[in-house]
């Protein structure tokens, strides 16, 4: 049966940056196909489901985060860059936020004043470890982790450790219809 594949093809030179270790799920696609049945809510406490996100004719990024997370720091404004270049199109990126180191609830206030600071434009919900387990990629190990689903929701790829525009990008056009 198929692995899991590995996000993105430039992770060793990424890992060492970040500090992060390179992980590789090996659960089969079967059990990883689909997107959540979640709700979550945003910075005013208004749920969402995450079908509203994913599943909808464009490539979701899905991105755990941490205000307090040195690597998720490093990353945001690659994200925010992505994503303000590709959500009128083909992509676009959803925040979960979590407290950083304890995996659990982040506080709405702490992260809307650092989404503010960075000029975060994608939408923000706030979740924790236990909800990360309802995404069927495995437990969450480490931050950022950063899932991908295809435009027909599928979930495609998984990366803990620090991502770049460019990675998110070439995995796309690698993983797209067509190529």
């Known amino acids: 049966m198929p692995r899991y594949q590995m996000f993105w093809h430039e992770l060793p030179r990424i890992c060492l ?3 992060m270790a390179i992980i590789l799920l090996g659960q089969p696609l079967a059990l990883l196909a689909g997107s959540p049945d979640l709700s979550l809510p ?3 406490g208004k749920p969402h489901a995450l079908s509203e996100y994913i599943g909808k004719g464009k490539w979701t990024i899905v991105n755990v985060w941490g205000p307090r997370c ?3 720091q490093e990353e945001l404004p690659e ?12 992509a676009t990126v959803l925040g979960i936020a979590l407290d950083y180191p304890s995996f659990g609830a982040a506080d709405p206030d702490e992260v809307r004043t650092f989404a503010d600071a960075y000029l975060v434009s994608f939408p923000i919900l706030l979740g924790n470890d236990v909800m990360f387990d309802k995404f069927n990629a495995g437990p969450l190990l480490g ?6 689903y295809n435009p027909e929701g599928e979930l495609v ?3 803990v450790g620090a991502v770049t525009r460019k990675i998110i990008e070439d995995f796309i056009r690698k993983n797209s219809s067509g190529n």
Do not use: I, N, S, W
């Open 70 to 72: 040195p690597p998720c």
């Open 42 to 44: 945003d910075l005013d």
């Open 143 to 148: 931050m950022p982790t950063t899932l991908a």
């Open 17 to 19: 940056v970040a500090g």
């Open 157 to 159: 790829g998984v990366q």
């Open 79 to 90: 994200l925010v860059r992505f994503h303000d270049e590709h959500y009128k199109t083909d």
